[in-house]
């Protein structure tokens, strides 16, 4: 539980850091005079300002939760209860910046590409969602093999 905490910590870090630097360098950039951004009344754009605040929230969430899980006391009565709660938390948190974050992209790229190459964001779009389906595939298991252990408990029922 504890190492993977620190890669998910790590991965969720990762994440803060690109949220945090994409809504300062917005798609197509902002304008000289006023520095509002120049693509403001685009829908795509209010997705990707949206997204992007959603990504760089849930994987603040996500890292506090893996924190939360590094700095406990490990004593006996956390391994029932306190820690999963925080581990289901945790990888919740972390596939839903994940998502959000390659919504973002998504929409960053239609804002971008939307005059000019109509054809290609569409493909590149769905690619993107590759990501966030093999996450599911990998951590989904974990996830739910967790929430049953929890919550489920099968072997003392008092």
């Known amino acids: 539980m504890k190492d993977t905490s620190s890669s998910c910590s790590l991965v969720a ?17 902002n304008d000289s005079n006023t520095g509002i951004p120049i693509f403001q009344k685009n829908g795509a754009f ?6 992007d605040a959603l990504a760089l929230f849930s994987s603040v969430s996500a890292t506090l939760m893996f924190l939360a899980i590094l700095t406990s006391r490990y004593a006996m009565e956390d391994f029932l209860h306190s820690l999963p709660r925080k ?9 839903l910046s994940l998502a959000f974050m390659l919504v973002a992209f998504g929409s960053a790229l239609t804002v971008i590409l939307s005059e000019r190459l109509k054809w290609i964001y569409i493909p590149i779009t769905l690619l993107a969602a590759f990501p966030v ?11 739910f093999e967790m929430v049953e252990s929890t919550y489920c408990p099968h072997l003392y029922r008092p």
């Open 133 to 143: 389906a093999l996450f599911a595939i990998l951590q989904l298991p974990l996830c």
């Open 87 to 95: 581990m289901i938390l945790g990888l919740t948190f972390l596939f």
């Open 46 to 51: 209010m997705v990707f300002a949206i997204a």
């Open 13 to 29: 870090t990762l994440i803060i850091t690109v949220a945090f630097a994409a809504i300062f360098t917005v798609p197509g950039g």
